[in-house]
């Protein structure tokens, strides 16, 4: 998506510094709203060797690198959550045994097929939340302080669920999440995104609709909230992908809407456009072809540089860079009438 460039503030993002991000800058001869990095993909096949691929996966900062959990299907196709480390963001190394939870009801049964994670920090603990298995699929939690022991929740829905994506700070006092509440296989009539919130993360309620699917063709299908709701100036930014039927398939692309800071359920703006499509080998081909799909972001409150993950035709992990500013001020610009 082209978009010309426009001069406004660019402290709008609220939080801290990373000077460290992963960052390119736009590239001379583009004026793209999102352009991706030039070493895409940053996680190929076979990245260990009982993995197939590693892809819709999350990253923060840590130390003073990077630490992510990544949704990686071994070679029999079965998914798992494993950690991965890198100096730069770019370059991981990921542990080849999967994440063991600690601590969860035996009635639970262990994480056995689990994938699409999200990581989100509030306070001084770090939140996973998954699509975890349990009589179809829902929204696993588990917490860690040190990225060693990781302590499983309850599950906060009940199946059929996916894409539970926590607040980065309480709102009115609870724990915040969006969901996407889901019929069984892919059916059409299905697909929006929820908010609900909690006072223990173990009781989920309030349960407020925050967008349907379309009105627009890119996104008719279904939507899905993608990483970690941004703080902004200007209300919560959340990336989310959207997913249209063509003749051939299923196309999943980017789109980026603004919530209300104390009510997000509320949305401000949400931009008629999708962000970002798939439109590079990567993308358009893989295990699911023509796959954008957005889990996570880091952010730079100094410079508004935003560095997203996404994962590119279900096969592998890709980055992709934004200036919130720009970001903001599209979303505004084109928001659906």
């Known amino acids: 998506m082209k978009t010309k460039k426009v001069a406004v503030n660019k402290r709008i993002l609220v939080g801290k510094p990373l000077p460290n991000i992963p960052w390119e800058e736009r590239p001379a001869d583009s004026n793209a709203l ?9 996680i190929d096949l076979h990245p260990f060797a009982n993995a197939r691929s590693a892809y819709n996966s999350c990253a923060m900062p840590w130390g003073s690198g990077f630490i992510g959990v990544f949704r990686v299907d071994w070679l029999c196709m079965t998914p798992y959550l494993h950690l991965g480390r890198s100096p730069d963001g770019l370059k991981w190394e990921l542990d080849p045994t999967p994440i063991r939870f600690e601590g969860a009801d035996p009635l639970l049964g262990k994480p056995t097929f689990a994938y ?5 920090k509030i306070g001084d603990k770090y939140y996973v939340t ?41 709102i009115g006092g609870k724990y915040a999440m969006l969901s996407r509440p889901m019929g069984l296989g892919m059916a059409v009539n299905y697909g929006d995104i929820f908010y609900s919130d909690s006072p223990d993360l173990t009781y989920w309620g309030k349960h407020r609709i925050v967008m349907t699917r379309g009105p627009r063709k890119w996104e008719r299908v279904k939507i899905g909230p993608g990483p970690v709701p941004i703080e902004t100036t200007e209300g919560w930014l959340l990336l989310y992908h959207g997913v249209s039927d063509t003749c051939d398939s299923f196309v999943y692309c980017m789109g980026a809407a603004l919530l209300d800071l104390d009510e997000p359920w509320k949305v401000l703006y949400r931009c008629q456009f999708p962000i970002m499509s ?16 957005p889990t996570a972001a880091l952010t730079d409150s100094a410079t508004g540089r935003i560095a997203i993950y996404y994962g590119a035709a279900d096969t592998c992990t890709a980055v992709a860079y934004t200036k919130a500013d720009e970001l903001v001020a599209y979303v505004k610009k084109h928001a659906t009438k």
């Open 34 to 42: 999102v352009w991706r990095h030039s070493g895409n993909p940053i």
């Open 278 to 293: 798939p439109e590079v080998i990567y993308e358009t081909a893989g295990y699911v072809g023509n796959v954008v799909f």
């Open 116 to 120: 699409d994670p999200r990581l989100c």
């Open 130 to 170: 998954w699509c975890n298995s349990y009589y179809g699929s829902t929204i696993g939690q588990a917490w860690t302080k040190d990225f060693k022991t990781f302590h499983q929740l309850e599950n906060a829905f009940l199946p059929y669920n996916r894409n539970g994506v926590l607040f980065p700070k309480k």
